[in-house]
């Protein structure tokens, strides 16, 4: 049986775009029905799709520390869907973006998992192992997993870089595997 996942994200210099398409690509892989759904311009329509969708998965970047408005815009709209319960029950997953290795990125995850919390779904983090570095070793572009994020997926692109060159390959091969987790799990538990 096919599972639709819905991806809803806002990206605000095309990174986060770049990652929305390369998780979708690894959901894609595991034979899901993939829609994206921009969060600043929603229509009546894609909130008809997340309603129906086996799975949503929410991904922003990270400005001053947080979500970014727009994405934070439509986390607030989602309360009518909260007080119909609408997305209970459903898989959850969640990546961000920033121009810092850190840029508390870990904050706009956990923000990404209360919203998910609210609507009584069910989250499933990133599950791709950080790389272990030798004495003065560090991560570069190419490495799974470099910034060694568990929640859910984060990655990082340098504020110069146009989104045809950044993120990275291995921030881009770690979001086609989380992609791939998504659909597994929804497989899994949705059977």
Sequence with gaps: MTQSIAI?????????GKVAEAVAE??????ATVTLIKADTIADADWDTLDKADAIIFGAPTY????????????????RKWG??????????????SAS???????????????????????????E???????????????LNRLGSWTGLMTQANHKQGADTAPGEGDIETAKRFGQRIAEMTTRLKN
């Design 26 to 31: 690894g959901a894609k892989q595991q034979g």
């Design 84 to 97: 119909e319960q609408k997305w209970k029950d459903k898989i959850a997953g969640g990546f961000t973006n």
């Design 129 to 143: 192992r950080a790389p272990q570095f030798e004495d003065g070793g560090m991560p570069t572009q190419d490495i």
């Design 101 to 127: 290795y850190s840029g508390d990125k870990l904050n706009s995850l956990q923000q990404l998992v209360t919203l998910a919390m609210q609507h009584g779904m069910i989250w499933v983090g990133q599950a």
């Design 8 to 16: 809803v994200y806002h990206s605000g210099y095309g990174h986060t």
């Design 64 to 79: 001053m520390g947080s979500l970014s408005g727009p994405f934070k815009i439509f986390m607030d709209a989602t309360s």
